[in-house]
Structure formats: C-alpha cells, structure tokens
C-alpha cells in the first residue's frame, strides 16, 4: 500500500514538472525578443488593441487583442489582476514563481513584449516587462519579469518568473 501512494506521489511530482516551462523557454521570455533559434519567439501584434470596460460582470477588459481566433489581454477586477488567454482568465497573484526570487505583480501590458514561444515539445505565450521604477534605467536595467501560460493545452496554471537577463 505504501509503494501504491508512492508511486502515484512520484507520477504527479512528474506531472507537475512536465507542465512548467523549460529554462530555454524562460530566458527566451524574459530576453522578450522574436527569434528564430530554437526555441522560436515570435511577436503578437499589438497594433489593434482595444478595451471593455464590461468585459464580464466586475471584469474591464484593459488591454484585448483577438486575432486569427485567439483572445487574450489584461484584465483589471475586484480580485485583482489578470491575463486573458483564450477564454480563459489567469489571476496573476496565483501564478507559480517558475524562476527568480521576486514574486508575482502586476505590469503595464501596453509596454510588454507578447509573445508565443515555441520549441519541439511545447508552446507558451509569454509577457515579457520590465519592472516599473527598476528595470528602466541603471543597474537595474536587465531586471526583467515574464508569465507564461502553456498555449498547447487547456493549461490553468499561470507560470512567474524573473531574471537578469545580461547573464544569460
């Protein structure tokens, strides 16, 4: 009996590690810039963006793209902050810290980079910022925070992670 609950420990602890993100899909979110190396990066065009402020009941929608039939944006609510992504809603103050040691917070989505990050295994978008008042000027310059969400599954788990990008 105790092998059973082991082994159903170990396959979930597995799982869960297969799920999150890679470290070369991390440092390329938080670098924030398309790529054709592997794994690719290519930008979300943020040309048409618009907002609704009645997204959903308590939801305004601040920040919403729909493009080739995928939604996804920033949204603004009474439980605080959240990213959208197709259909779903991701509160970032429940997002799993995947590197870095600073925790998860909110950002200013029309100066983030968005984008889908794809390699042979999987693919994530990622929203890629820079922290307000630290990673604009000075040392703090290459400071950079990105959330990922898998776009390959029904994924609810939202991923945080920072970086200093100059070390990688």
């Known amino acids: 009996m105790n092998h059973l609950l082991y082994l159903c420990c170990l396959l979930a602890c597995q799982a869960a590690v297969a799920a999150s993100p890679s470290q070369a899909i991390i440092q390329t979110c ?12 290519t930008e ?9 402020d009645n997204y959903l009941p308590g939801l305004e929608a601040v920040f919403l793209i729909e493009k080739n ?4 944006g920033y949204i603004k609510g ?16 429940e997002a799993r810290v995947a590197a870095g040691p600073l925790m998860p917070h909110e950002f200013e989505p029309y100066t983030a980079t968005w984008l889908l990050i794809t ?7 990622c929203v890629s910022f820079n922290f307000e008042g630290i990673g604009q000027s000075g040392r703090f310059q290459s400071i ?5 969400i898998d776009a390959r599954k029904k994924s609810k788990t939202l991923y945080f992670a ?4 100059s070390k990688f």
């Open 30 to 41: 938080l670098k924030g810039n398309p790529t054709q190396k592997s794994p690719t990066a």
């Open 44 to 52: 979300v065009p943020t040309g048409e963006v618009y907002k609704e």
């Open 69 to 72: 039939q995928m939604e996804l």
């Open 78 to 93: 009474k439980s605080g902050d959240a990213i959208l992504f197709n259909k779903k809603i991701f509160q970032l103050n």
């Open 119 to 125: 390699n042979q295994e999987s693919r994530f978008l």
């Open 144 to 148: 950079r925070g990105g959330y990922l």
């Open 162 to 165: 920072t970086g200093d990008i």
